[in-house]
């Protein structure tokens, strides 16, 4: 199992790697799918266009697929979606726990995913399904930094890649990298956009609900209809039963 700063390192570096390459803008998006049953998947993906495909070579293997997969991860087959290539990595649980549990794993405590909850109620009324938490991305791209490597080669926390980028590109690293979050929470869906240029955070909140009041209201109709056609079904059994032994009594008078 992956470390939980583990699994964010690979795909923001991989981020910077495409950047240096081909000096293009990355897209890296991030979506939340949750029933109201408390099942659902978490996918998370980055789009890269033909020039940076071209130069990286293989992404799976940039994106160091085997150790994905060893965490439970399925790693998708590349798409082309409009002018952006897409490598996505997908995890799907089973419970609300579960899936917060992946959502930790997949940000980490540093990274833009922060107190990131998905909750279950079922009462006796409604069931409900809600995803909270918040992004913030007002460190910049040095979250996913490594501070073992920035000792190493004395450069910032990403090891003095971003310094590199800004010189070649003239232009900060942080405005070439957007975010996206996509969550879908029942029937509720929304997109949440950021930038690691940005200041302040947001706020994440999705939820949806299923009103149980016209389930139950079917419900006590069955029954009640179950139960009246037991009851119309037992007078008739017992009109039956009388008009025999009346029939009997009757016959029996005449012998």
Same mark, same amino acid.
């Given at each position: 199992?992956?470390?939980?700063?583990?699994?964010?390192?690979?795909?923001?570096?991989?981020?910077?790697?495409?950047?240096?390459?081909?000096?293009?803008?990355?897209?890296?998006?991030?979506?939340?799918?949750? *029933? /109201?049953?408390?099942?659902?998947?978490?996918?998370? =993906?980055?789009?890269?266009?033909? @020039?940076? &495909?071209?130069?990286? !070579? %293989?992404?799976?293997?940039?994106?160091?697929?085997?150790?994905?997969?060893?965490?439970?991860?399925?790693?998708?087959?590349?798409?082309?979606?409009?002018?952006?290539?897409?490598?996505?990595?997908?995890?799907?649980?089973?419970?609300?726990?579960?899936?917060?549990?992946?959502?930790?794993?997949?940000?980490?405590?540093?990274?833009?995913?922060?107190?990131?909850?998905?909750?279950?109620?079922? *009462? /006796?009324?409604?069931?409900?399904?809600?995803?909270? =938490?918040?992004?913030?991305?007002? @460190?910049? &791209?040095?979250?996913? !930094? %490594?501070?073992?490597?920035?000792?190493?080669?004395?450069?910032?926390?990403?090891?003095?890649?971003?310094?590199?980028?800004?010189?070649?590109?003239?232009?900060?690293?942080?405005?070439?990298?957007?975010?996206?979050?996509?969550?879908?929470?029942?029937?509720?869906?929304?997109?949440?956009?950021?930038?690691?240029?940005?200041?302040?955070?947001?706020?994440?909140?999705?939820?949806?609900?299923?009103?149980?009041?016209?389930?139950?209201?079917?419900?006590?109709?069955?029954?009640?209809?179950?139960?009246?056609?037991?009851?119309?079904?037992?007078?008739?059994?017992?009109?039956?039963?009388?008009?025999?032994?009346?029939?009997?009594?009757?016959?029996?008078?005449?012998?």
């Amino acid at each position: 199992m992956l470390s939980n700063r583990r699994l964010p390192r690979v795909l923001a570096f991989f981020a910077l790697i495409v950047v240096i390459a081909a000096g293009c803008r990355v897209q890296i998006e991030t979506k939340i799918d949750v *029933g /109201l049953d408390g099942k659902g998947t978490i996918t998370q =993906g980055i789009g890269f266009d033909d @020039a940076a &495909l071209k130069r990286v !070579g %293989d992404p799976a293997r940039a994106l160091r697929a085997d150790d994905l997969v060893k965490a439970g991860w399925v790693v998708d087959a590349a798409s082309k979606e409009g002018d952006l290539t897409w490598i996505r990595v997908h995890h799907s649980f089973a419970t609300p726990e579960e899936g917060t549990a992946l959502l930790a794993q997949l940000s980490g405590p540093d990274g833009p995913y922060r107190d990131m909850l998905i909750k279950r109620s079922d *009462g /006796l009324l409604s069931t409900s399904v809600k995803v909270t =938490g918040q992004i913030d991305t007002t @460190a910049g &791209l040095q979250m996913f !930094g %490594d501070e073992q490597l920035a000792t190493t080669l004395g450069g910032d926390a990403s090891g003095g890649l971003l310094a590199k980028i800004e010189a070649e590109e003239k232009a900060p690293p942080a405005s070439m990298v957007d975010l996206d979050l996509v969550v879908t929470a029942g029937g509720s869906t929304k997109t949440y956009n950021a930038s690691f240029t940005d200041t302040d955070t947001q706020k994440v909140k999705v939820s949806s609900s299923k009103d149980k009041f016209f389930e139950i209201l079917g419900t006590i109709f069955v029954l009640l209809l179950a139960g009246l056609t037991a009851i119309v079904i037992g007078l008739r059994y017992r009109k039956r039963r009388l008009r025999t032994r009346r029939l009997m009594h009757s016959r029996g008078r005449r012998w």
